[in-house]
């Protein structure tokens, strides 16, 4: 009797997946994308991560396989008056998810950002650059990163920038996209920064490449951030253009809007790492962009 080849197919593991910070910008998305797994979602009142105790009684409880926590304190300027809460979230926080994830042999992915690089360089950041923080909450996430690799191997951190997502960004209220656009439907005059450079990055585009590198066993840090660059003030405009919303829009500089706390001036980062892994499934952030207002049912047109 003649025997049915067998399927060489790898059949993919399902994974139970604790998500923290469930109900924040990216934490939507990740559940979201995820959603063929094993979900614990665990917002806030659920579980602090600065409480130690908690967090190793509640992962112990749900033992998942991969933990991805999104949680953070990173409102900029309430972090330089609150350097305690700031690093208790956002430094023992993510010491307290890596031992934990340790005992129970967890994958922890963790969140930080492009601030951790004080803006001086005129080219994209890789992993190799040297962070150079220049205020509280971009001290607190480079401790936290260093917590996270001195405490558990079986870690991704992932530093990301300019994030925009369909839940808005809880800790901010509100995203840039809606700001601009609400804004605009206001009539009110609109100055962005033309002197500030990031790339704007898509919350669902960022949870998929997170859906591809947690299948891979590459542990360390990474740069994951949508491709190409541009100031917030092109971005605004790419907003209205995309959307043919009219919108009293004009160039302003970061010395108009005068702040105690210092923030880098070019904070583009290069997914150099993804990329040596074949990783790297990001596209230019104007695609992302459209991408975002379609699935916000919004009328796009081309820009
Ligand atoms: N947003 C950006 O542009 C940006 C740029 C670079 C890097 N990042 C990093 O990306 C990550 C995700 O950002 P996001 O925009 O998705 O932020 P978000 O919308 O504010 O979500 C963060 C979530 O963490 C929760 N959280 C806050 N403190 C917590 C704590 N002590 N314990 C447990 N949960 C806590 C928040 O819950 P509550 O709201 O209920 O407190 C919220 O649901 C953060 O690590 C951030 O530092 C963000």
């Known amino acids: 009797m003649a025997t049915r080849p067998k399927d060489k197919r790898r059949v993919a ?3 139970k997946i604790a998500i923290i910070g469930a109900n924040g910008q990216l934490g939507v998305d990740l559940r979201r994308t995820l959603s ?10 659920d579980l602090d991560v600065s409480n130690s105790e908690q967090v190793a009684q509640v992962l112990d409880s749900v033992s998942p396989d991969v933990v991805i926590s999104t949680a953070a304190f990173h409102k900029v300027e309430e972090c330089e008056k609150e350097p305690e809460t700031s690093f208790a979230v956002n430094a023992t926080g993510p010491r ?8 129970i042999n967890a994958v922890l992915v963790h969140f930080s950002t492009d601030y951790v690089f004080d803006g001086g360089q005129q080219q994209p950041y890789t992993e190799l650059d040297l962070p150079h923080p220049l205020n509280v909450y971009a001290v607190s996430k480079l401790a936290g990163e260093g917590m996270v690799s001195l405490t558990w191997s079986r870690h991704f951190v992932v ?3 300019g994030l925009y997502g369909v839940a808005g960004s809880k800790g901010k209220g509100g995203n840039f996209v809606e700001t601009m656009l609400k804004k605009a439907g206001q009539g009110v005059p609109i100055r962005v920064v033309h002197d500030q450079v990031l790339t704007p990055t898509f919350t669902g585009d960022l949870a998929e490449a997170i859906s591809r590198l947690i299948r891979s066993e590459a542990y360390g840090l990474y740069h994951v951030s949508a491709e190409g660059q541009c100031s917030w003030y092109e971005f605004a405009r790419e907003i209205f253009a995309l959307t043919a919303t009219e919108a009293r829009l004009t160039i302003a500089n970061a010395a108009d809007f005068p702040s105690k706390v210092p923030r880098p001036h070019y904070s583009v980062l290069e997914n150099k790492g993804l990329k040596s892994i074949s990783r790297n499934v990001f596209r230019p952030w104007k ?3 459209r991408e975002y207002l379609t699935v916000t049912n919004r009328e796009v047109f081309a820009a």
């Not at 063929?36 to 009142?45: F, I, K, M």
């Not at 307290?96 to 005992?103: F, K, Q, V």
């Open 287 to 289: 695609e992302g962009l």
């Open 159 to 161: 530093r990301t920038c």
């Open 36 to 45: 063929a797994e094993t979900l614990v979602p665990l917002a806030h009142c």
């Open 96 to 103: 307290n998810l890596a031992l934990a994830c340790s005992r």
């Open 13 to 15: 593991r399902i994974m």
